[in-house]
C-alpha cells in the first residue's frame, strides 16, 4: 500500500554533522559497505567541474570538500527522506527520484542545485525509501577549484567568489510546495503504471477526516524494538497507532451502516413503484399513505388498551388469590395476636410433642 513520507534534515558544521558521512551512509559505501545490498541504487546531478578532482565523475568528493572548506557555521547540505509506493518497479522508482530530484534542485530564479540520492530496499521490500542530499551552493557554470567553490560569493565580480548560496530553500514556503509536488508526482506513476492506489500530502484535519492519523516509527526504533533494547518512542507510537488503526474502522463501520442505512430509507421511499405522474396519482398516493397510517396508529392502540387489560386482569387475580390464601390461613391455624392489642385473647393449648424433652429434674428416689 502506498504511503505517504516526506521529512526535511539539515546538516550543519554548526552542530557537528558531515557531509561526507552522509553521502557514505546513504550510498553504504566506507564505513557503511557491511550494508551494501540495502542500497538498490545512487544517483547524482548537477555537480560542478573541478580542475583536478571532477565530482561529476566522483560525487562523494563534493560532500568531502563540503566538510573541508564551508565555513564554521555554514550549512553543508539540505535531505529529503521520503517512502517510494511499494507497487512500483526498481525501475519506475529510479525514473520516479531522477524526476523529482530534477524538480526540486531547479530554482525558480534560474540555475541548478548539485544533487546525490540513494533508493534502499529491505529483504522483503517493506519499506522502499529514498534519501535526497541537496547543496545550496547554486551551479551557475562558472568554472572554479574546489576551494573557490565554497567561498562566500561576489555579487560584483561572481567569478573572484565562490558559488552564491540560495535562499529558496528556507522555510515552509519552500517545504509544502516541495511535499505536494511530490504527492502529484508519485499519483502521476502509480496513474500511469495501472495502479489505482493514491497518496495525499495533506493532514487528517486538512481533509476532514474523522480517523486519527498514525505515527512513523522509524528504522532506528524499529531495529531496537527487533533487538528487545528499549526505546522510548516505541510504546507511544504503536499505541497511536494502534488508536488509529481502531479509528479507521470505527469510521468505516459508521460509514457503512450510513450507506446502508440511507439505501434502506430510499428503498422505503421509492417502494418500488416510479414518481407520479398526475396530481391526482399524486394525491391518491398520499391518500392511501395516510390510510396506512391511520390503521397502524388504531393497531397500536388497540394492543395498547389489551396490554393495559392483561396488566389489570393479573393485578385482580393476585388480590383474589391472596385473599383466598389468607382465609385457608385462618382456618387451619389462627393467628396469635398480641396481648397489648387483645388482652382477652386466651391461646388454645396445644398438643405435646411426642418427641418433647421433659426438662423436670428426677426426684431423688428415682435416680
Same mark, same amino acid.
Request: charged content about 25%; overall charge positive.
Given at each position: 500500500?502506498?504511503?505517504?513520507?516526506?521529512?526535511?534534515?539539515?546538516?550543519?558544521?554548526?552542530?557537528?554533522?558531515?557531509?561526507?558521512?552522509?553521502?557514505?551512509?546513504?550510498?553504504?559505501?566506507?564505513?557503511?559497505?557491511?550494508?551494501?545490498?540495502?542500497?538498490?541504487?545512487?544517483?547524482?546531478?548537477?555537480?560542478?567541474?573541478?580542475?583536478?578532482?571532477?565530482?561529476?565523475?566522483?560525487?562523494?568528493?563534493?560532500?568531502?570538500?563540503?566538510?573541508?572548506?564551508?565555513?564554521?557555521?555554514?550549512?553543508?547540505?539540505?535531505?529529503?527522506?521520503?517512502?517510494?509506493?511499494?507497487?512500483?518497479?526498481?525501475?519506475?522508482?529510479?525514473?520516479?527520484?531522477?524526476?523529482?530530484?530534477?524538480?526540486?534542485?531547479?530554482?525558480?530564479?534560474?540555475?541548478?542545485?548539485?544533487?546525490?540520492?540513494?533508493?534502499?530496499?529491505?529483504?522483503?521490500?517493506?519499506?522502499?525509501?529514498?534519501?535526497?542530499?541537496?547543496?545550496?551552493?547554486?551551479?551557475?557554470?562558472?568554472?572554479?577549484?574546489?576551494?573557490?567553490?565554497?567561498?562566500?560569493?561576489?555579487?560584483?565580480?561572481?567569478?573572484? /567568489?565562490? *558559488? $552564491?548560496?540560495? #535562499?529558496?530553500?528556507?522555510?515552509?514556503?519552500?517545504? @509544502?510546495?516541495? !511535499?505536494? &509536488?511530490?504527492?502529484?508526482?508519485?499519483?502521476?506513476?502509480?496513474?500511469?503504471?495501472?495502479?489505482?492506489?493514491?497518496?495525499?500530502?495533506?493532514?487528517?484535519?486538512?481533509?476532514?477526516?474523522?480517523?486519527?492519523?498514525?505515527?512513523?516509527?522509524?528504522?532506528?526504533?524499529?531495529?531496537?524494538?527487533?533487538?528487545?533494547?528499549?526505546?522510548?518512542?516505541?510504546?507511544?507510537?504503536?499505541?497511536?497507532?494502534?488508536?488509529?488503526?481502531?479509528?479507521?474502522?470505527?469510521?468505516?463501520?459508521?460509514?457503512?451502516?450510513?450507506?446502508?442505512?440511507?439505501?434502506?430509507?430510499?428503498?422505503?421511499?421509492?417502494?418500488?413503484?416510479?414518481?407520479?405522474?398526475?396530481?391526482?396519482?399524486?394525491?391518491?398516493?398520499?391518500?392511501?399513505?395516510?390510510?396506512?397510517?391511520?390503521?397502524?396508529? /388504531?393497531? *397500536? $392502540?388497540?394492543? #395498547?388498551?389489551?396490554?393495559?387489560?392483561?396488566?389489570? @386482569?393479573?393485578? !385482580?387475580? &393476585?388480590?383474589?388469590?391472596?385473599?383466598?390464601?389468607?382465609?385457608?390461613?385462618?382456618?387451619?391455624?389462627?393467628?396469635?395476636?398480641?396481648?397489648?392489642?387483645?388482652?382477652?385473647?386466651?391461646?388454645?393449648?396445644?398438643?405435646?410433642?411426642?418427641?418433647?424433652?421433659?426438662?423436670?429434674?428426677?426426684?431423688?428416689?428415682?435416680?
Amino acid at each position: 500500500m502506498a504511503i505517504y513520507h516526506l521529512h526535511a534534515k539539515i546538516g550543519s558544521n554548526g552542530v557537528g554533522h558531515s557531509a561526507g558521512a552522509k553521502c557514505a551512509y546513504i550510498t553504504r559505501t566506507e564505513n557503511y559497505v557491511m550494508k551494501a545490498d540495502e542500497c538498490a541504487y545512487t544517483g547524482s546531478g548537477n555537480m560542478p567541474k573541478w580542475p583536478n578532482d571532477n565530482p561529476q565523475k566522483d560525487p562523494a568528493h563534493y560532500w568531502k570538500t563540503a566538510d573541508k572548506y564551508e565555513r564554521d557555521n555554514g550549512r553543508l547540505f539540505r535531505e529529503l527522506e521520503f517512502s517510494l509506493p511499494r507497487e512500483l518497479t526498481l525501475d519506475q522508482q529510479k525514473a520516479l527520484c531522477h524526476a523529482f530530484a530534477d524538480k526540486v534542485t531547479t530554482l525558480d530564479k534560474g540555475g541548478k542545485l548539485p544533487f546525490t540520492f540513494a533508493i534502499h530496499v529491505d529483504e522483503e521490500s517493506h519499506n522502499p525509501h529514498c534519501h535526497l542530499m541537496i547543496s545550496e551552493r547554486v551551479n551557475d557554470g562558472i568554472n572554479r577549484n574546489a576551494s573557490t567553490w565554497f567561498k562566500r560569493a561576489n555579487s560584483k565580480d561572481p567569478k573572484k /567568489g565562490g *558559488a $552564491i548560496k540560495t #535562499q529558496e530553500l528556507n522555510g515552509r514556503q519552500w517545504l @509544502n510546495p516541495t !511535499r505536494e &509536488a511530490w504527492a502529484v508526482m508519485v499519483n502521476d506513476a502509480l496513474q500511469k503504471a495501472g495502479i489505482a492506489a493514491t497518496i495525499d500530502h495533506r493532514s487528517h484535519k486538512d481533509r476532514k477526516l474523522d480517523e486519527l492519523p498514525s505515527a512513523h516509527l522509524g528504522r532506528t526504533c524499529t531495529e531496537m524494538i527487533r533487538r528487545g533494547a528499549w526505546c522510548h518512542r516505541g510504546p507511544q507510537v504503536m499505541r497511536q497507532n494502534i488508536e488509529a488503526r481502531l479509528s479507521q474502522r470505527a469510521v468505516k463501520f459508521t460509514k457503512a451502516n450510513k450507506d446502508k442505512k440511507a439505501t434502506q430509507a430510499q428503498a422505503v421511499r421509492v417502494d418500488g413503484r416510479p414518481p407520479a405522474k398526475t396530481v391526482e396519482e399524486l394525491i391518491e398516493r398520499i391518500m392511501d399513505s395516510l390510510e396506512r397510517g391511520f390503521m397502524a396508529m /388504531g393497531q *397500536a $392502540i388497540q394492543m #395498547q388498551m389489551e396490554a393495559e387489560q392483561m396488566r389489570a @386482569n393479573q393485578k !385482580r387475580t &393476585a388480590h383474589e388469590l391472596s385473599i383466598f390464601l389468607a382465609e385457608q390461613s385462618a382456618k387451619i391455624d389462627p393467628p396469635e395476636y398480641d396481648l397489648a392489642f387483645n388482652p382477652n385473647y386466651v391461646p388454645s393449648p396445644r398438643p405435646a410433642s411426642p418427641f418433647a424433652i421433659s426438662l423436670t429434674p428426677k426426684p431423688s428416689w428415682a435416680r
